[in-house]
């Protein structure tokens, strides 16, 4: 059965602070690992791994995977308020292209 | 261009009660889901389709129908609700034939069964 597993399940944090967080995945015929960011409604798309050791980064956010030890980090850097969300981790395999088997989330809380 | 677009956004049903979850995308998506949203346990996937005429089964199929006669809706059905479904239900769509696009999600579903 594939399997997604992050950690932390919730952090709090101020304003300024870096914060890491941690996602392991055993999915079957792994194809690649997708972080969204969830606030009110829909998870909205961070970004997409598919190969180790390559750093994927957006402003403040970066993520980067290792396919031989099965996990992957999501850093945030100068965290803000808004940065405040559900960061869900999800990983992509099988025999079907498109599904994706998500991580419980880690609810981060950033405080002024 | 709307995106994934879901009806209703909040719903009350009574146990037994049954209905169906409205999903519309349009940008011409092949790759569609449902998942549902626990909380503490992520979202997990209720049932898929891979283009029209064609769905198959998630991971917490029980209790839900689909099908998909035309390739913008996807509409989920419960036939016979349980307080056990009360939850936050998302769509999602891909483009198809490729593992590298990410899904996008619709503004999902509160769904509660008394």
């Known amino acids: 059965e594939d399997k997604v597993v992050q950690s932390p399940l919730s952090l709090v944090v101020h304003e300024g602070d870096t914060v890491t967080l941690n996602c392991s995945y055993e999915?079957?015929?792994?194809?690649?690992l997708l972080w969204y960011k969830q606030e009110k409604k829909a998870p909205t798309f961070l970004f997409m791994l598919?190969?180790?050791?390559i750093e994927k980064k957006s402003g403040r956010l970066s993520s980067i995977l290792d396919k031989k030890e099965l996990f992957s980090i999501l850093n945030i850097t100068a965290t803000q308020t808004g940065d405040s969300a559900v960061y869900l981790c999800?990983?992509?395999?099988?025999?079907?292209?498109?599904?994706?088997?998500f991580g419980q989330g880690t609810i981060l809380t950033v405080h002024p | 261009n709307a995106g994934v677009t879901q009806t209703p956004k909040f719903q009350v049903l009574k146990t037994g009660q049954s209905m169906t979850l409205q999903c519309a995308q349009d940008?011409?998506?092949?790759?569609m889901s449902w998942y549902r949203q626990d909380p503490g346990m992520g979202l997990r996937l209720i049932h898929y389709?891979?283009?029209?005429?064609?769905?198959d089964q998630g991971e917490v199929p029980n209790g839900y129908n689909v099908s998909r006669s035309t390739t913008e809706d996807f509409p989920l059905r419960l036939l016979s609700a349980a307080p056990s479904q009360t939850s936050v239900y998302f769509c999602?769509?891909?483009?198809?034939?490729?593992?590298?696009?990410?899904?996008?999600f619709g503004d999902g579903t509160r769904l509660s069964i008394l």
């Open positions: 999602a769509s891909s483009p198809g034939s490729s593992y590298n696009q990410p899904q996008h």
């Open positions: 999915v079957t015929n792994f194809r690649s």
């Open positions: 598919t190969s180790s050791g």
């Open positions: 999800a990983a992509r395999g099988g025999t079907s292209y498109g599904k994706l088997t």
């Open positions: 940008m011409n998506h092949e790759y």
């Open positions: 389709s891979v283009g029209a005429g064609i769905t």
